[in-house]
């Protein structure tokens, strides 16, 4: 289901960096984070930003050159460069420059790290991720040679009005028919934030797939009559285990395509949430005329 207000408001990011979180580094180098992280810091300038920008969506580490959905442009690069190092983004000053429905400003204080440009729930930038993302799997899926059911867009929302018994307007993203699986999957697919409160609550910090874990278990919550797959990927692209259980369940059984599937999709949703967080914070720091 797209994200709500309330949803964007469980988004709000704590100020404190959290290095194991934005860093997934294996154990054995956690302990050297810090340091990695201040070298990136001075290793990586602007320079090196431009030099690297617009080729590959390398925001994942591993991408591969190619396909025009893991293209970042020149912008977009810095910023998710930077987003990932935790630098700071210098043209996140003032005040945020989303407009609501009637046309105003949002007007909140941007921070540095640009946490609020990326969660600002006006703007309806957090519903084009949503959306892009749900778009990547799609696709994604039916070149696998999957089944979707149609709703009221390409990829989406499926009316399942008996998947909650106090909303009949219940929708899904994606309703999947896998070949050789009686059943559908009902999908409901949500982008979750390691450094939300609600998250960092829960032991995010800490914990890898902690944030992803939260938010599918809300999502079982939310359909309580509906057998649903909660599709979650951290923003910096980290599935939930559910996610992860389909995935491998679609996937080619032959294993050297196997591994280009689902690299494939690791990559691509890599690429889209970071081109789309960039968007929302270039949105954010972009003035504009009114009307
Ligand atoms: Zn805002």
């Avoid at 951290?234 to 599935?239: F, I, Q, S």
Wanted: net charge positive; glycine share 8%; aromatic share 6%.
């Amino acid at each position: 289901m797209r994200p709500s207000g309330t949803t964007a408001s469980t988004l709000e990011t704590a100020a404190s960096p959290l290095r194991s979180t934005l860093w997934h580094e294996p154990p054995m180098l956690r302990p050297h984070a810090p340091s990695l992280m201040n070298w990136l810091r001075i290793t990586v300038d602007r320079q090196l930003c431009a030099a690297l920008a617009g080729r590959e969506a390398a925001l994942g580490w591993s991408n591969a050159p190619s396909l025009a959905n893991r293209h970042l442009s020149n912008a977009q690069f810095a910023i998710a460069l930077r987003t990932r190092l935790h630098t700071s983004l210098p043209q996140c000053r003032g005040q945020c420059q989303h407009r609501r429905h009637d046309g105003s400003i949002c007007g909140a204080d941007l921070d540095v790290f640009g946490f609020h440009a990326r969660c600002c729930a006006f703007g309806g930038w957090l519903v084009r991720r949503h959306d892009a993302a749900c778009a990547v799997l799609g696709d994604w899926c039916q070149d696998l040679g999957c089944q979707l059911e149609v709703g009221q867009k390409p990829y989406g929302e499926v009316l399942v009005p008996w998947a909650a018994p106090a909303r009949p307007e219940a929708r899904m993203d994606l309703v999947i028919r896998v070949p050789g699986v009686a059943s559908p999957f009902y999908v409901d697919l949500t982008v979750a934030s390691a450094l939300s409160v609600e998250a960092l609550r829960g032991g995010s910090a800490v914990r890898d797939g902690a944030a992803a874990g939260i938010a599918a278990r809300g999502k079982i919550r939310d359909y309580p009559n509906c057998n649903v797959t909660p599709f979650v990927v951290e923003d910096h692209r980290r599935l939930g285990e559910d996610a992860l259980r389909l995935i491998r369940l679609i996937a080619p059984t032959d294993l050297a395509e196997r591994s280009r599937a689902i690299r494939r999709l690791h990559q691509s949703l890599g690429a889209t949430l970071q081109r789309c967080a960039a968007d929302a914070v270039i949105a954010a720091t972009t003035a504009r005329p009114s009307g």
